[in-house]
C-alpha cells in the first residue's frame, strides 16, 4: 500500500540545501498532494487530492535533497555473488565492523552526514517562526534572509545554515518577543514561565548554541520541560479545539454538551465563553445539532467554528488547548494531526484503555475550571520522533528525502509480507551499531513504552526520562536484548542492497511505508514534542497501576502482631510474647556461637 516517492522537486523548492535555498513552508496539504501523487498519505484509506477533514495532514513530501560531494557519498558496490545468503555490507565486503566504519568517507554508501537536517525539517522551522500566531506562515527565503551575513564567515553545515536563518528571521520582526526563545508552541505564549538564561546556562558546553539553535535541541526541550512542570502556567485559553474518537455516536451528544457549556460559561470579562473549534465533519450532523446551538446566542456563530488537518497544519498556534474525547487512539490521532508545533492536549478518558487518558469527562467543569481559571495548567512535555525516510537514487544517484512523520509512540520497522526475517542496518551518528536479524524491530518513545514495545518486552519508562528504547521483535539471538539509547544520538536504519527482502515501517501504526533496498529512515528526538496537561505529579504510576495492575496483588503478606484479645495472649502475663519465636533453623540464643547456622550445628552434633 506504499508507493515511492518521486524525485521531482515542488515547484518553490530547490533541489540543494546548500545551492538556491529557497523554501515555502506554506504549501498546504493539498497542493503537496497535486504537485506529488506519488506521496502517501498518513491515512491509511483513499483520499482525493484535497484530504478530508478527518483525514490526517501529510507535510510536503518527496523532496530530492542533494548535498556536497563531501557530504553525500558515491554508491559502493555491497554484493558479493559468491555468498549464497544475505549478509551485512562490511561483511560482504570482507571487512568487520569497525573497519567498515574506519573506511575513507569515499566509499560509504549514500552517508549524509550528521548535522544535515531533512529539508522538512527546515520547512517546519520556517513555518514555525511566523511573524503573527494568527497569522499563516509567509513564504520565506533562506537567501534572502543570509544574505545581511554572508560575507562572515561560519561552519559550513546544514545545522547552522538553519541556526543562522532562524536568527536573520527573528531579527526581521517588529518585537523582540517573537523571537525563538524556547522550544515549540512556548515560545509565543509561555516566555514568562520559562527562565531561558536557565535553560542556556544547562546546555552551555555547546559554543554554537543560540535560542534559535535551541528549537533544534532535545537538551533543549527537555530543560523547558522541567520547568513547565515545576509551577502552573496561568493563561487566557481563548480558542479550545475539541477532538472526538471516530466511530462512537455517543461522544458526539458529549461533545455538544462541551461545547455549549464552553460557549455559555462566561469567561475572562465577558458574558459569553470562549471560541471553540469541532471536527468538520459535525458541520451538518443532527445528533450535534450546530444550528440548535447557534441559534441560542447571535453571538454564538462567530464562537463556533470547525477544524480541519489543514488548518492544524497551517494555523496550530490558532488553538490555545485542545480537549480530546476518547482513548489513547484518539490522543495518537492529535498527535497525526499537529506535525509541527502542538498545543496543549487534556484527554478526557472515554475509550476502552487509558495510558494517556487521565481526567473523568463526568468531571469536566471543574477540570477546566482549573485550567482556565486563576489556578493554570501544568505542561508535560512528551517526546515524540522525527523519522524521515530516504530513497535509493536511480542508478546510484543521490539519495531522495521521501516522507517525514512526527510520532508520537513508535516507529515499527518489520518484514511486512516477506517469509525471510529483517536484514537491517543499524547505525549510530553514523557508526554502524549491529545489524538487526529478527521479525523486525521497535524504536520507542518513554510515552510508547507502555504500547507495542511492551508488548515485545521492553520495559517501562517513565516519560519524564529522554531515550529512545530499542525494542527487537523475535530476534534470531537470544542475546539481543531491549535496551535504551540517548535521545541524543540520530539513528538511521537500512536496507542492505544484498537483503533478500524489504521492510515496512509504521509510524504510530499509520503511514506503512515500505523500505525497498538502499532506502533508510533516520530517527532522532523531535523539536516538537507533545505537551500534555498534568493532573498530578504520579499520574503515571496511577495510570500503569490502573490499567496494567502493575505490581498489585490478591492477598498481602500478614506482619508478626499477636492479638491482644485472645486466648493465647492472655494465659500469662509472665509468658514470653511468642513460644515459637523464629525458624526452628537458627536460634537468638545461638547467636555467636560457634553451632549458629545449620552446617555447623550438624557439625557440632556429630562431634567434628
Given at each position: 500500500?506504499a508507493?515511492s516517492?518521486?524525485?521531482t522537486?515542488?515547484?518553490g523548492v530547490a533541489s540543494?540545501i546548500?545551492n538556491a535555498?529557497?523554501v515555502?513552508?506554506t504549501?498546504?496539504?493539498c497542493?503537496?498532494?497535486a504537485a506529488?501523487?506519488g506521496s502517501?498519505s498518513?491515512?491509511s484509506?483513499?483520499?482525493?487530492a ?6 490526517p495532514?501529510?507535510i510536503?513530501?518527496?523532496v ?5 560531494t563531501?557530504?553525500?557519498?558515491s554508491l ?6 559468491e ?14 565492523s569497525t573497519?567498515?566504519?574506519n573506511?575513507s568517507?569515499g566509499?560509504?554508501?549514500h ?9 522538512q525539517?527546515?520547512i ?10 494568527n497569522?499563516k ?5 533562506l ?5 545581511a551575513s554572508?560575507a562572515v564567515?561560519r561552519?559550513p553545515?546544514?545545522?547552522q545554515t ?5 536568527n536573520e528571521l527573528?531579527?526581521?520582526?517588529s518585537?523582540p518577543n517573537?523571537a525563538?526563545?524556547?522550544p515549540?508552541?512556548?515560545h509565543?505564549?509561555f516566555?514568562?514561565a520559562v527562565n ?6 544547562e ?5 554554537w ?7 533544534q535541541t532535545?537538551t ?7 520547568q ?9 485559553v481563548r480558542?479550545?479545539?475539541?477532538v472526538?474518537?471516530a466511530?462512537d455516536?455517543?461522544?458526539?451528544y458529549l ?7 464552553l ?5 475572562y470579562g465577558?458574558?459569553v465563553?470562549?471560541n471553540?473549534y469541532?471536527d468538520?465533519k ?10 440548535s446551538?447557534?441559534?441560542e446566542?447571535p453571538?454564538?456563530?462567530s464562537?463556533l467554528?470547525?477544524w ?9 498556534e490558532k488553538f ?18 499537529f506535525q509541527?508545533i502542538?498545543?496543549?492536549v487534556i484527554?478526557f478518558s472515554?475509550g476502552?484503555?487509558?495510558f494517556?487518558?487521565s481526567?473523568?469527562?463526568e468531571k469536566?467543569?471543574?477540570?477546566l475550571n482549573?485550567i482556565?481559571g486563576?489556578?493554570?495548567m501544568?505542561?508535560?512535555?512528551r ?7 530516504y530513497?535509493?537514487?536511480a542508478?546510484?544517484g543521490?539519495?531522495e528525502?521521501?516522507e517525514?512523520f512526527e510520532v508520537?509512540?513508535e516507529?515499527?520497522i518489520?518484514r511486512?509480507?516477506s517469509p525471510?526475517v529483517?536484514?537491517?542496518e543499524l547505525?549510530?551518528?553514523?557508526e554502524?551499531l549491529t545489524v538487526?536479524q529478527?521479525?523486525g524491530c521497535?524504536?520507542?518513545t518513554p510515552?510508547?513504552?507502555?504500547a507495542?514495545s ?8 517513565h516519560?519524564?526520562?529522554p531515550g ?6 523475535c ?7 531491549p535496551?535504551?539509547?540517548s535521545?541524543t ?8 542492497h544484498n ?5 515496512y ?6 503511514g506503512?511505508v515500505e523500505?525497498r533496498?538502499g532506502d533508510?529512515?533516520?530517527?532522532t528526538?523531535s523539536q516538537?514534542p507533545f505537551?500534555t496537561?498534568m ?13 496494567l495492575q502493575?505490581?498489585t ?7 508478626f502482631?499477636?492479638k491482644s484479645g485472645?486466648q493465647?495472649?492472655s494465659i500469662?502475663?509472665?509468658?514470653p510474647?511468642?513460644d ?6 537458627c536460634y537468638a540464643?545461638e547467636?555467636?556461637?560457634t553451632?549458629?547456622?545449620p552446617l ?9
Amino acid at each position: 500500500m506504499a508507493t515511492s516517492p518521486t524525485s521531482t522537486a515542488k515547484s518553490g523548492v530547490a533541489s540543494s540545501i546548500f545551492n538556491a535555498m529557497e523554501v515555502h513552508p506554506t504549501l498546504s496539504p493539498c497542493q503537496a498532494a497535486a504537485a506529488d501523487r506519488g506521496s502517501l498519505s498518513p491515512s491509511s484509506r483513499p483520499s482525493d487530492a484535497c484530504p478530508s477533514p478527518t483525514t490526517p495532514t501529510p507535510i510536503p513530501t518527496a523532496v530530492t535533497t542533494t548535498a556536497s560531494t563531501s557530504d553525500i557519498t558515491s554508491l559502493s558496490t555491497s554484493h558479493d555473488a559468491e555468498h549464497g545468503k544475505p549478509q551485512p555490507e562490511h561483511a560482504a565486503e570482507g571487512l568487520t565492523s569497525t573497519e567498515y566504519n574506519n573506511k575513507s568517507p569515499g566509499l560509504r554508501n549514500h552517508t549524509l552526514p550528521i548535522e544535515s537536517i531533512p529539508r522538512q525539517t527546515i520547512i517546519k522551522a520556517l513555518a514555525s517562526a511566523s511573524r503573527g500566531r494568527n497569522n499563516k506562515p509567509e513564504a520565506l527565503s533562506l537567501n534572502n534572509m543570509l544574505s545581511a551575513s554572508s560575507a562572515v564567515g561560519r561552519r559550513p553545515s546544514t545545522s547552522q545554515t538553519l541556526t543562522d536563518a532562524l536568527n536573520e528571521l527573528a531579527l526581521q520582526t517588529s518585537t523582540p518577543n517573537t523571537a525563538l526563545q524556547s522550544p515549540c508552541f512556548y515560545h509565543t505564549r509561555f516566555d514568562d514561565a520559562v527562565n531561558i538564561d536557565k535553560v542556556l546556562e544547562e546546555i552551555k558546553s555547546d559554543d554554537w548554541m543560540s535560542h534559535s539553535r535551541l528549537v533544534q535541541t532535545a537538551t533543549g526541550v527537555r530543560e523547558v520541560s522541567k520547568q513547565l512542570q515545576r509551577r502552573p502556567i496561568r493563561r487566557a485559553v481563548r480558542n479550545v479545539m475539541i477532538v472526538t474518537k471516530a466511530r462512537d455516536n455517543e461522544l458526539v451528544y458529549l461533545t455538544r454538551e462541551l461545547a455549549v457549556w464552553l460557549l455559555r460559561t462566561p469567561r475572562y470579562g465577558s458574558d459569553v465563553g470562549v471560541n471553540v473549534y469541532v471536527d468538520a465533519k459535525l458541520r451538518h450532523s443532527k445528533r450535534f445539532g450546530a444550528s440548535s446551538i447557534i441559534d441560542e446566542d447571535p453571538r454564538f456563530p462567530s464562537m463556533l467554528h470547525y477544524w480541519s488537518p489543514d488548518l492544524c497544519w497551517s494555523q496550530p498556534e490558532k488553538f490555545d488547548l485542545v480537549c480530546t474525547l476518547g482513548g489513547d487512539g484518539t490522543v495518537l490521532f492529535t498527535s497525526w494531526l499537529f506535525q509541527r508545533i502542538v498545543p496543549p492536549v487534556i484527554s478526557f478518558s472515554l475509550g476502552s484503555l487509558g495510558f494517556l487518558t487521565s481526567f473523568e469527562f463526568e468531571k469536566y467543569k471543574q477540570h477546566l475550571n482549573t485550567i482556565m481559571g486563576d489556578e493554570g495548567m501544568r505542561v508535560n512535555l512528551r517526546m515524540r520522533f522525527t523519522c524521515t525516510v530516504y530513497r535509493n537514487g536511480a542508478a546510484g544517484g543521490e539519495m531522495e528525502e521521501g516522507e517525514q512523520f512526527e510520532v508520537l509512540n513508535e516507529l515499527v520497522i518489520d518484514r511486512g509480507p516477506s517469509p525471510y526475517v529483517s536484514n537491517l542496518e543499524l547505525y549510530g551518528d553514523n557508526e554502524l551499531l549491529t545489524v538487526v536479524q529478527a521479525d523486525g524491530c521497535i524504536f520507542s518513545t518513554p510515552t510508547g513504552s507502555t504500547a507495542y514495545s511492551l508488548s515485545a518486552g521492553g520495559a517501562l519508562v517513565h516519560p519524564d526520562i529522554p531515550g529512545i528504547l530499542l525494542t527487537p521483535i523475535c530476534p534470531h539471538t537470544l542475546s539481543f536484548r531491549p535496551m535504551v539509547l540517548s535521545d541524543t544520538m540520530l539513528l538511521r536504519v537500512s536496507v542492505p542492497h544484498n537483503s533478500r527482502a524489504t521492510a515496512y515501517c509504521a509510524f504510530d501504526g499509520k503511514g506503512r511505508v515500505e523500505l525497498r533496498q538502499g532506502d533508510h529512515v533516520t530517527i532522532t528526538a523531535s523539536q516538537y514534542p507533545f505537551p500534555t496537561v498534568m493532573r498530578r505529579n504520579t499520574e503515571w504510576f496511577d495510570s500503569v497501576s490502573r490499567t496494567l495492575q502493575w505490581n498489585t496483588r490478591a492477598a498481602t503478606q500478614k506482619g508478626f502482631e499477636s492479638k491482644s484479645g485472645s486466648q493465647a495472649a492472655s494465659i500469662n502475663g509472665d509468658e514470653p510474647e511468642w513460644d515459637i519465636d523464629t525458624d526452628s533453623a537458627c536460634y537468638a540464643s545461638e547467636d555467636g556461637s560457634t553451632a549458629a547456622s545449620p552446617l555447623r550445628r550438624q557439625m557440632s552434633l556429630l562431634g567434628m
